[in-house]
């Protein structure tokens, strides 16, 4: 079992950067690969990123192909999602998740879930 904690979220403009982090517990940090999940008020909660174990491979939704960066340090248990060019649509909480494999937690979702931290941007 893995425990996720994020941290970085904030009100920020439009066009702004916001570097959100997840540190995860435990010793097998590695042996899951990692995603971020994001809800916006009255949505439902969507896959934004998510990177395998080694971090060799890396998935983007759509919506932020190009604007987001997904990477992790295994010797830190720590997951990053870099945000550069925020848009108001970027506003939700975000979530960190973990799985046993980047497919699974793209397309089936993950295992383990952080509580998330809250990303505001205005316009």
């Known amino acids: 079992q893995v425990q996720l904690v994020e941290s970085g979220g904030g009100l920020v403009q439009a066009g702004d950067s916001l570097r959100l982090s997840c540190a995860a517990s435990g010793r097998t940090f590695s042996s899951y690969a990692m995603g971020w999940f994001r809800q916006a008020p009255g949505k439902e909660r969507k896959f934004v990123a998510a990177?395998?174990?080694?971090?060799?491979?890396?998935y983007y939704a759509d919506s932020v192909e190009g604007r987001f960066t997904i990477s992790r340090d295994n010797a830190k248990n720590t997951v990053y999602l870099q945000m550069n060019g925020l848009k108001p649509a970027d506003t939700a909480v975000y979530y960190c998740?973990?799985?046993?494999?980047?497919?699974?937690?793209?397309?089936?979702?993950?295992?383990?879930w952080g509580q998330g931290t809250q990303v505001t941007v205005s316009s």
């Open positions: 990177i395998s174990t080694s971090g060799g491979s890396t």
């Open positions: 998740a973990a799985g046993y494999d980047a497919v699974q937690v793209v397309t089936t979702g993950p295992d383990y």
